[in-house]
C-alpha cells in the first residue's frame, strides 16, 4: 500500500498534535482513493523510510532556515507557501521534495499545509495549482475537507510515480548531530 509519510525532524510536536493530524489526512486520502486502489495511509514515521515513487515523504522542519529540498538543490523549480512550506518540483525522474514548517497552527490548518505540499509534489504543478482553490488555495482553509476539485485532482495524481529523496533525513540528522545550526 502506498504511504504518506510524515517526518518530524526536530520532534517539535506533541503527539497528541500528530494524532489529528494524521486522523484528518488518512480523511482525505481514503476521499481520494479510487476504486479496487488501496487507499494510501498517512504515519508519522520515526525511523528513515525507504520510500518509493508511489509514496510522498512530507519532511517537517522548523523553517525555511532548516530547508531539506535546499540540501539537494536550491536553484530548481519551487512551489513556495511564504513561511508556511515549500516543494522542489523535479523535471522528468528528478526528485521532487515537499517540506513543511512546523508552524504553531492547529492540527486541522498543518494537515491542511500538509496536504497542499502533497498536491503540489504530485500534480507537479508550482503556484498554477492554487488556482483550484480548497486545499489547494494560497491560504490554506482553517477547516476540514477537500473541494470536488481537490478531490478529482488527486484521485488521479496519487496514481502517478514520483521520485522520492530520502537522503535529506541522514543529511539533517547529521547537522543536528554536528552541533551546527
Ligand atoms: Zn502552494
Known sequence: MPEMYLLDLWEEYKPEKKADMI???NGYLS???????????????YWDPTPSSLDILIYMVPSRFDSVAYMYDSTGDFAQDGSDGQTLIGPG???SIAEVYTR????T???NLVFHEAMHMKLKKGNSMHALG???SATVPTKVGLSKTNISAMKSALLKPVTQWSDGIAQVRARQQSGLP
Not at 476521499?31 to 514515521?45: D, K, V
Not at 504553531?104 to 492540527?107: G, H, I, K, N
Open 23 to 25: 486522523k484528518i489526512l
Open 31 to 45: 476521499q481520494c482513493s479510487t476504486e479496487n486502489q488501496p487507499t494510501m495511509r498517512a504515519w508519522w514515521w
Open 93 to 95: 525522474n528528478k526528485p
Open 104 to 107: 504553531p497552527y492547529t492540527a
Open 109 to 111: 490548518v498543518m494537515a
Open 134 to 136: 480548497g486545499v489547494a
